[in-house]
């Protein structure tokens, strides 16, 4: 009987895993080299901290953002322009059945982190937890 190899609530599996971090590393190397420009990315340092891969293997969604996050929007819009040259030239660096197709993303991650942490920190928060104390040492 066949197991089921779908997407559960366990994550990535290591291959996915693999893969995306190839794919990454290869995007990374095609910045750093200078192997590609775009007008519009002129002078832009892009960083690309993951490549999450979907579990058939075909799309890779890259996390990408630009150092200091300045234009973050005409960044993103300038690398899914090119994402098809950029899948080419990682393609040749990789020996892999199926290239991926790239899609860019902005990592919103470090922002998401510094809204939850002010709203964890603002007084209606605050309120809601003092008055939890208070009722659960009651008991």
Known sequence: ??????????????????VGE????????????????????DGVIVTIPEVRMTPDLRLATCLVMPLGGKNAENVEKALN?????L???????????YMPDLRFVLDTRFDDDDRIGSLLHSPEVSRDLDAEEEGGSEN
């Open 22 to 41: 190839t794919v990454r590393k290869e995007l990374s190397d095609i910045f750093t080299r200078g192997e590609f420009s775009d007008p519009d990315l």
């Open 87 to 97: 899948r080419g030239q990682v393609s040749r660096r990789l020996t892999m059945k």
């Open 81 to 85: 322009r090119s994402a098809k040259y």
């Open 1 to 18: 009987m066949a197991r089921h190899h779908g997407q559960d609530s366990r994550g990535p599996s290591q291959r996915q895993l693999r």
